[in-house]
């Protein structure tokens, strides 16, 4: 709906400012027109909501053909931008902008508009078909695997002859580690099984980075018993942790501090990782890292999820958005 909205309000703003004398007088019809084409707009998808609820229930997902799915696809949009057109005519409270337009033409236009995000959804639906956002998915979350457990491997070899109780329960923590890595990259667990994650794998890279990695966690408005309700996708916080880790603290010279803060806003979980900014040093992986984070977002959530990045004088700032998901405690 959103993609949907988008693309009409573009091409509508688009026509009617290449039919106008100028960009002023073209903003203004536009802004005019605007109130028909929302109406239309809306009430269109509304109505194929509506319909494909309905069919659902008569014939199943399975069992209403293509070709009728593409055809109702141009006809309800055509009839509702009929009965849009005819409350906006000549006399009506609705007479502005497309009002003056030609009915015909409103009608084919969204019979146009139709067909086109039916074939477009068409083809989306084929590119992130279950089995490709699954092995997407899996090649994702393997880029992971073999920094992070080389570095845990060589921290824990490390104490095997000095410390072999402390070697032992980072072995203990890597192996839980290693257990979610292997698991279905699109599985949901809770918040708060996924902060004790990362507290697992800072609690080895501290053996590596000592007194120069320093963590706070701040949990804003958030109490245990929605830590154990929210539900997030498995290992999609500690890359994110991990990237502040290897780009913030393992640079520094003197003790760096990472900064995580949790928050819920209504019906979105925002997730808040602050690290030292060490200037264009390792930007290329840092921007890798990333963008790995920001595809599984887009796989898992589509444009639900979001992760912004700004770089706030020497201190880099990662805030990852998600829808709230409750499960049970």
């Known amino acids: 709906m959103f993609r949907t909205l988008v693309g009409v309000n573009v091409a509508a703003f688009a026509g009617i400012v290449a039919q106008s004398a100028g960009w002023q007088s073209g903003v203004r019809e536009f802004v005019e027109a605007s109130l028909v084409v929302e109406l239309a707009c809306l009430w269109a998808l509304f109505a194929l909501c509506g319909v494909r609820q309905l069919l659902l229930r008569q014939v199943g997902a399975k069992g209403f053909p293509m070709w009728g799915q593409r055809a109702l696809s141009m006809a309800v949009p055509v009839a509702v931008t009929a009965v849009v057109m005819q409350l906006s005519a000549p006399g009506s409270g609705l007479a502005v902008g497309f009002g003056s337009q030609s009915p015909g033409k409103a009608m084919l236009l969204a019979a146009v508009f139709g067909a086109f995000f039916q074939h477009y959804f068409e083809l989306r639906k084929r590119a992130y078909s279950p089995a490709l956002v699954e092995a997407r998915l899996q090649a994702l979350q393997a880029r992971i695997r073999p920094h992070f457990l080389y570095n845990s491997l060589n921290a824990a070899l490390s104490l095997i002859r000095t410390e072999p109780r402390q070697a032992e329960s980072t072995l203990e923590d890597l192996a839980d580690l290693f257990r979610v890595l292997m698991s279905d990259p699109r599985s949901m667990t809770s918040l708060e099984n996924e902060i004790r994650l990362c507290q697992q794998y800072l609690s080895i890279e501290k053996i590596r980075l000592g007194d120069r990695m320093q963590v706070r966690w701040e949990l804003d408005g958030i ?6 309700r929210m539900q997030v996708p498995v290992l999609l916080l500690q890359p994110l942790i991990e990237n502040a880790v290897h780009y913030g603290v393992e640079p520094a010279v003197e003790p760096a501090l990472v ?14 990782v602050i690290n030292p900014y060490h200037g264009a040093t390792g930007d290329a992986g840092n921007r890798m890292a990333l963008a790995n984070i920001r595809e599984r977002l887009s796989l898992l959530f589509d444009v639900e999820a979001m992760l912004s990045t700004a770089v706030n004088g020497k201190v880099f700032e990662a805030r990852l958005l998600l829808p709230y998901a409750k499960g049970v405690a």
């Open 259 to 272: 900064q995580v803060t949790v928050a819920r806003f209504m019906d979105k979980i925002a997730i808040t």
């Open 223 to 228: 109490d245990s018993d929605t830590l154990r």
